[in-house]
C-alpha cells in the first residue's frame, strides 16, 4: 500500500545474502512492484483493484534489525479497479477524498523475525488523514545482481478495517448485509533497487 516499505526490502538483503553488506539505501522499482487490495462485494464476491503510483525507500544495516525502515507513498488517485464510474466513486469524499487526502502513507516502526524469511512488517498507516497501527505478513524473497544492479524483493499481506480510516460509506441491501464489504484485504509485491 503507500510506496508503503523501507523495512521490507530490508530484510531481503540481510536475510537473502552470505555476504556482508554495508549500511545501504533501496528504492522502489516501481515497474516491477504492485499495490493490490481486494475488498468483498455485495457478500458473494470481491472486487480487486490496485494502486498504479507510489514510491518507497529502504533502509537497512545488516544482523540490526532495530534500524531497518521503510517509508512509502501511494497517490490516492491512482486507484483502479478497470471500471471508471467505480474508481471516481472511491476518489470522492465517499471513499478516499483524493481531493483533499492527495496520498497514503506508510511509515515502518519496527520488524519482528518470525522465521528465517519471514517476518512482521509494523507500521502507521495513513489514509484520509487517519493514521492506525498495522502489521503485515511479509515473506523476503532474497536479493540477486541483475545488469549490474543489487536488487532486493518481498511480498507482503494484510488487512485493515476501512471504516478505521474514515471510510464510512455504506448500503444495506434489502436482504440483510452491505454493498462494500469493511475488511480490505492488502497484497503487495515489491522490487528494489540499491541506490548508488
Known sequence: MKRYLIGF????IGIGSSQPMLAA???LDAAHSS???KVRHLAI???RGAFHDFEATFNFEPDKPETWQVEAVIQSASISTDNADRDNHLRSEDFLFAEKYPTI????TGVEMTGADTAKLKGDLTIRGVTK???L???INGMVEFMGTTKAGFEATGKINRKDFG???HKALETGGLVVGDEVEISIEIEGNLKQ
Do not use: R
Open 137 to 139: 505478513a511479509m515473506k
Open 9 to 12: 526490502l530490508t530484510l531481503l
Open 25 to 27: 539505501t533501496f528504492v
Open 133 to 135: 497501527p498495522v502489521v
Open 45 to 47: 464476491s470481491k472486487v
Open 35 to 37: 499495490v493490490e487490495f
Open 167 to 169: 471510510l464510512t460509506w
Open 105 to 108: 502513507t506508510f511509515v515502518s
